[in-house]
């Protein structure tokens, strides 16, 4: 009985792969769309000082409360160097050695001696939005999909160039190929 449930499976996958299906629909391309996107995400960048970093406590106050925001979430570690009150004056300086921790591995793209590149918002499909489809001939398709930001804890290092929206769209190319079917082949 096995026997025969895998011929039959065999052959299904068999005739499926000998025709010639072009056919694309909306779900289609959103699936093909979606699974470019997971091997190949759409993230923004951010750039993060590490190592000895001093902060004054009146101008720098905004840039501080960033990093021990990290801290609180367990992103980063920051030990106290130096601290020095000016004499006669309200301002201090602090001086913090900054380092990531593991945790912060899943977002770091680029880490040199003091600063690492970091992903500061990333972008998912937006599930709400239906995909719009414009299908130019039987092996080329154009696909527009909405991507909505999704923020994580070093958002707080992003300087928001689009504020007027939380999402943006991206329109990719899909070529067929008879041989592997409908896939993305640029942007």
Do not use: H
Not at 82 to 107: A, C, E, M, W
Not at 136 to 144: I, L, R, Y
């Amino acid at each position: 009985m096995k026997r025969i449930a895998s011929l039959c499976l065999l052959f299904i996958v068999f005739m499926t792969a000998c025709s010639n299906n072009a056919v694309l629909d909306q779900s289609a391309a959103t699936a093909i769309v979606t699974a470019y996107l997971k091997l190949n995400p759409v993230y923004e960048t951010g750039r993060l000082e590490l190592g000895e970093i001093k902060f004054k406590s009146k101008n720098d106050k905004a840039e501080l409360a960033r990093y021990k925001e990290l801290q609180d979430k367990g992103f980063v570690e920051m030990e106290l160097q130096d601290q020095k009150k000016k004499f006669l004056s309200k301002d201090s300086s602090y001086v913090y050695l900054i380092s990531l921790t593991d945790k912060s591995k899943p977002f770091v793209l680029k880490q040199e001696q003091n600063r690492a590149t970091i992903k500061v918002i990333e972008y998912a499909p937006d599930e709400d939005r239906a995909v719009s489809l414009d299908k130019s001939s039987n092996k080329t398709a154009k696909v527009t999909v909405m991507l909505k930001k999704v923020k994580n804890a070093f958002t707080v290092f992003y300087k928001d160039k689009n504020t007027g929206s939380n999402f943006i769209t991206k329109t990719y190319k899909l070529k067929y190929k008879k041989e592997s079917g409908w896939a993305v082949t640029g942007e």
